[in-house]
């Protein structure tokens, strides 16, 4: 299976910087399939980004996706409060789909 | 607005089968593919399953012989069974929607999630 991992572990961040989140696979995943997701606490994920650097509906464009092959980044810019949360990957390009295990991302 | 709604027993003792219900509402699940998730606490998602508008499924290899995913037409529901659940299995599960663009074709990643229901396993 596609293992993914997603650094750093934790990100500390005041609002208003621009947070950089990293996923790479161990293995070059096919026609970019990967998504990102955003998990707050008690909810469940909402998808931010698909195909690497498609925005999901709704999704403020201070939201960027970029990368391709193995390495894959989350970029948020201007951070808000509301943008303190975990952040996961997922590749959709083979099965067993799989996740990485997420970036928390919290205020500093 | 579509919604899905995890349903079933809180907690199951170890060595039994865990069984759940998605309940979808404000669409017909015979138009989506559907999968199961979970998260068990502190760690990330893993994918557990995926259920074709036909009923064909495919499973994760790492858990593919304890488990079965079916589909409810007639309740517009669909379920999962695990069998023989350890502590291990103790996770926040999930039910999840794949993705149709407006061609009507599916993209395999998640645009509808439940809240999700906490499963834990013990005597």
């Known amino acids: 299976e596609v293992v993914l991992t997603q650094s750093p572990g934790t990100l500390s961040l005041s609002p208003g910087e621009s947070a950089t989140l990293s996923c790479r696979a161990s293995?070059?995943?096919?026609?970019?399939?990967l998504a990102w997701y955003q998990q707050k606490p008690g909810q469940p994920p909402r998808l931010l980004i698909y195909?690497?650097?498609s925005r999901a509906t709704g999704i403020p464009d201070r939201f960027s996706g970029s990368g391709s092959a193995r390495d894959f980044s989350l970029t948020i810019s201007r951070l808000e409060p509301e943008d303190f949360a975990v952040y996961s990957c997922?590749?959709?390009?083979?099965?067993?789909?799989?996740f990485g295990q997420g970036t928390k991302l919290e205020i500093k | 607005q579509v919604q899905l709604r995890e349903s079933g027993p809180g907690l199951v003792k170890p060595s039994e089968t865990l069984s759940l219900t998605c309940i979808v509402s404000?669409?017909?699940?015979?138009?989506?593919?559907w999968s199961w998730i979970r998260q068990p606490a502190g760690k990330g998602l893993e994918w557990i399953g995926r259920?074709?508008?036909?009923?064909?499924?495919n499973y994760n290899p790492s858990l593919e012989s304890r488990v079965t995913m079916s589909l409810d037409t007639a309740n517009n529901q669909f379920s999962l069974r695990l069998r023989s659940v350890t502590a291990a299995d103790t996770a926040l599960y999930y039910c999840?929607?794949?993705?149709?663009?407006?061609?009507?074709?599916?993209?395999?990643?998640?645009?509808?999630w439940g809240r999700g229901t906490l499963v834990t396993v013990s005597s």
């Open positions: 259920l074709y508008p036909s009923g064909n499924t």
């Open positions: 293995q070059s995943i096919i026609s970019n399939y």
């Open positions: 999840a929607r794949y993705y149709y663009d407006s061609r009507g074709y599916p993209d395999f990643y998640f645009d509808l």
């Open positions: 404000g669409d017909s699940i015979s138009s989506y593919y």
């Open positions: 195909g690497a650097s």
């Open positions: 997922q590749q959709y390009g083979y099965t067993p789909h799989t």
